[in-house]
């Protein structure tokens, strides 16, 4: 078992350090904001995520699992040093090494001899390289080890992997890395930095290509009159299509897929290749969010403009309280944009958002409204009692920007109804 060291309490630091402290490791998370390690110190998670508190708990209490603040008290005694830390997106697409850099840097002369910094960030192709610099030690070996978590079911993610990729110049690095993940039944594939991170970023790229494709698909249905769940469910079967991630909804967001996306085509674009493609599947998506208030428009009469609109829906997808790159939000604020006064309710969000009017309960949020928009697939949406949410607004109109509910059934009680890509 091996002394660990994870380098950021976000949703990655947190989840990594809290499933390898429970599969045996001693493990130290350091993050710079002192309230967030108090927290976490006393057993809070301030996230939502399926399973984390528990292991969190089950790790203080064991002792196998502290928090500290900054990154220099987490590394003191450690092995391997876990970088989690953001690569947010700056201005110009590319992905922002600022923190990656300020992190290794702190620990780079006190890290102990022969240790291993690992690198869990997404960073693009050659940050190996920037992370070694910044460490300024011939000693450490630096691996790259790519996160494929999914917000909501991370901790699942982590412990049930699809694959395991490391990315490692040196073979017996690679080898102490992989090995950290022992009892985790997944193909382990070992592989050289540049590659490990590429396959990160087109992981991501091609989700989201899947999604702006049936984001696309479900507009042709809605022109030719074609069912797009209809035309999933036949596409799907085919085992080299697969069902997943072929939902048509309001377009992707999240803290990933957007800036991911855009990062890598800033990547080709600096290694002389234009990736119209993926260009192509941002810009799909852009064009998804003015679908949905086009939608919302047609159904109101024409315009939003002075009129209320309910929202349910908040959060970037269901089973997550992440409001970050949230189609919902976009999408709100271009009705903003067009007059239309929001009135939004999200299970999963309770504090005041900047320039929402956030309902207690789906039904308050529908008081006076002209149109119901629901943003997120959140299952408690199905079971609403909508005689009663149809008896609060001002008119019986819905646009469905998942596909959550059952057109009949709502359509039986009198609201206009419109959905993505069933006509
Ligand atoms: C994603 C990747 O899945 C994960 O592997 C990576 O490490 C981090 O980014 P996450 O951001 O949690 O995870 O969200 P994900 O579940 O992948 O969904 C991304 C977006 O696509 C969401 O906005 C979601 O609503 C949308 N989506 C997903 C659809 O609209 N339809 C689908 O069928 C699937």
């Not at 690992?118 to 960073?123: A, E, G, L, R």
């Not at 970023?201 to 069912?227: H, P, Q, R």
């Not at 991630?245 to 085509?265: N, V």
């Given at each position: 078992m091996a002394h660990i060291a994870v380098l950021g309490a976000g949703y990655v630091g947190l989840t990594t350090a809290a499933c390898f402290s429970h599969l045996g490791h001693t493990v130290v998370c350091g993050d710079v904001l002192a309230d967030r390690v108090d927290q976490l110190s006393r057993g809070e998670v301030p996230i939502r995520e399926a399973g984390l508190e528990e292991l969190v708990r089950t790790g203080l209490d064991g002792g196998h699992l502290s928090f500290v603040v900054g990154e220099q008290a987490a590394a003191a005694e450690c092995e391997f040093c876990y970088l989690c830390v953001p690569t947010p997106q700056a201005p110009d697409g590319s992905a922002d090494l600022s923190f990656i850099r300020q992190a290794a840097s702190a620990v780079?002369?006190?890290?102990?001899?022969?240790?291993?910094?690992?690198?869990?960030?997404?960073?693009?192709?050659?940050?190996?390289?920037?992370?070694?610099?910044?460490?300024?030690?011939?000693d450490v070996k630096v691996a790259s080890n790519p996160e494929f978590l999914r917000e909501g079911s991370a901790v699942h993610d982590f412990l049930h992997p699809d694959r395991i990729v490391i990315g490692c110049?040196?073979?017996?690095?690679?080898?102490?890395?992989?090995?950290?993940?022992?009892?985790?039944?997944?193909?382990?594939?070992?592989?050289?930095?540049?590659?490990?991170?590429?396959?990160?970023?087109?992981?991501?790229?091609?989700?989201?290509?899947?999604?702006?494709?049936?984001?696309?698909?479900?507009?042709?249905?809605?022109?030719?009159?074609?069912?797009?769940?209809?035309?999933?469910l036949g596409m799907g079967y085919d085992r080299r299509i697969g069902f997943e991630?072929?939902?048509?909804?309001?377009?992707?967001?999240?803290?990933?897929?957007?800036?991911?996306?855009?990062?890598?085509?800033r990547i080709a674009e600096d290694a002389g290749y234009d990736f119209d493609l993926l260009k192509g599947v941002v810009a799909v998506n852009d064009a998804q969010f003015e679908k949905v208030v086009t939608k919302v428009e047609a159904l109101a009469g024409g315009s939003v403009a002075e009129q209320v609109i309910a929202v349910w829906g908040l959060t970037f997808k269901a089973r997550t309280d992440d409001l970050r790159g949230s189609p919902s939000l976009e999408i709100i604020s271009r009705l903003q944009a067009r007059g239309a006064r929001i009135r939004a309710?999200?299970?999963?969000?309770?504090?005041?958002?900047?320039?929402?009017?956030?309902?207690?309960?789906?039904?308050?949020?529908?008081?006076?409204?002209?149109?119901?928009?629901?943003?997120?697939?959140?299952?408690?949406?199905?079971?609403?009692?909508?005689?009663?949410?149809?008896?609060?607004?001002a008119e019986r109109r819905m646009v469905d920007a998942r596909n959550l509910l059952d057109p009949a059934a709502v359509r039986r009680r009198g609201f206009a109804y419109d959905a993505i890509g069933r006509s």
């Open positions: 780079g002369s006190m890290l102990p001899p022969e240790s291993v910094v690992v690198n869990k960030s997404t960073v693009p192709v050659g940050s190996t390289r920037v992370v070694e610099q910044a460490l300024g030690r011939d110049e040196d073979q017996a690095t690679a080898g102490r890395v992989a090995a950290l993940f022992e009892g985790i039944q997944a193909p382990v594939i070992v592989t050289d930095p540049a590659s490990a991170e590429t396959i990160k970023y087109a992981s991501n790229a091609f989700l989201a290509t899947k999604v702006s494709f049936v984001n696309a698909i479900a507009n042709v249905c809605e022109a030719v009159g074609a069912d797009v769940r209809e035309v999933v991630f072929l939902k048509p909804g309001p377009g992707w967001g999240g803290s990933c897929f957007p800036k991911d996306t855009r990062a890598l085509i309710y999200d299970p999963a969000v309770t504090d005041a958002v900047d320039g929402l009017e956030v309902a207690a309960d789906p039904y308050a949020a529908c008081e006076g409204a002209s149109v119901l928009l629901v943003l997120t697939e959140w299952d408690e949406f199905r079971w609403l009692d909508f005689e009663k949410v149809g008896g609060l607004m």
